[in-house]
């Protein structure tokens, strides 16, 4: 799928189609089903959008892992976003905890089945029963969520 960066041209942005408008806007907002994007930097849209779409995902993914840990009664080290292909997530040996910075894109309920996935590797370090026990005690509907990412991976661009 390749973009043209055109106006009404749809962009994902947490599970939904956002259409790009661009205006004499100050900065790169979303409002309703519309993406504002600014005017004058419309000669970069796809280098500005990414950078946006990156500051909103880890916005976004550290409130999550911060309501899940609580949850789930586990520590963390650091929370950070990467630009991996096809990779969802990743929790280091000392609990440090990546994500893809395009979970922007899925639904909401969907990204935090990745966000619960990754904390429960801070208890269990591999994908063991036990493991599965942990994800599913607080997310019972983990499997129809991570099917949603395999259905549709190939519409997660910006
Ligand atoms: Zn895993």
């Not at 280098?47 to 990156?54: A, M, P, T």
């Not at 005690?137 to 991570?146: L, Q, T």
Request: hydrophobic fraction near 40%.
């Amino acid at each position: 799928m390749i973009k043209k960066y055109i106006e009404g041209e749809e962009f994902l942005f947490l599970g939904e189609q956002r259409k790009l408008m661009f205006g004499n806007y100050k900065s790169i907002h979303i409002l309703n089903n519309f993406l504002f994007f600014p005017q004058f930097l419309k000669f970069r849209v796809q280098k500005e959008l990414k950078v946006w779409y990156l500051q909103q995902s880890l916005q976004h993914i550290k409130k999550r892992v911060e309501y899940y840990a609580y949850r789930m009664n586990v520590n963390y080290g650091s929370v950070s976003v990467v630009d991996t292909k096809s990779r969802w997530g990743a929790c280091t040996h000392d609990n440090r905890l990546q994500f893809n910075w395009r979970l922007i894109m899925v639904p909401p309920a969907v990204l935090d089945s990745v966000v619960v996935h990754e904390l429960a590797h801070t208890m269990v370090k591999n994908h063991s029963q036990n493991f599965w026990i942990q994800v599913r005690k607080v997310m019972p509907g983990y499997s129809a969520h991570r099917a949603w990412i395999n259905h549709h991976q190939d519409e997660l661009v910006i």
